[in-house]
């Protein structure tokens, strides 16, 4: 049991307990592991303080209502997963500047906040476009072997390792 502890555990063992995972969430469920759309309804539901039940009447969340809901309390779980993780390994620590960004661009903080902003901009604005995430396209979609989430999980692939060479190499 000393692998709990462990700051990184296997990437197959973590592989084969998320497939695990899937199973459970197609057999108790019968729905997909996904979280990009919690981020959609999130912004619905911020954008419902200022509109009111206007919101409602958008296609979009005609079908994905603005509330939380398994996907919303999924990515609550990853983080309060993640934060337990770090916790119980010893590997927790608050960092602005990560050592590997500060080694190539410094360690003032506002570019690192700027690039990982616009980071998670593109990559909410490529799961809407792909009708999915990484958990969505990669982890479900493959596991029922959708060619379309192939297609996304190499594009994913593709994309990150591009933008590392683009950020650490051409510009870093």
Known sequence: ???IFEARW???AAGIGIGVLSWFTFLLSNKPIGCSTAFARTSGMFVRIFRGKKIDEMP????FSPSIDWEWMLVLGVVLGGFISARISGDFSIQVVPAMWAASFGSAPFPRILTALAGG???GFGARWSGG???GHGIS???QLAISSWIAAVCFFIGGIASAFIIFKVIG
């Open 60 to 63: 979009y969340y005609k079908q």
């Open 141 to 143: 979609g493959t596991l």
């Open 121 to 123: 901009i593109f990559l």
């Open 133 to 135: 995430c990484t958990s």
């Open 1 to 3: 049991m000393d692998w």
């Open 10 to 12: 296997s990437p197959y």
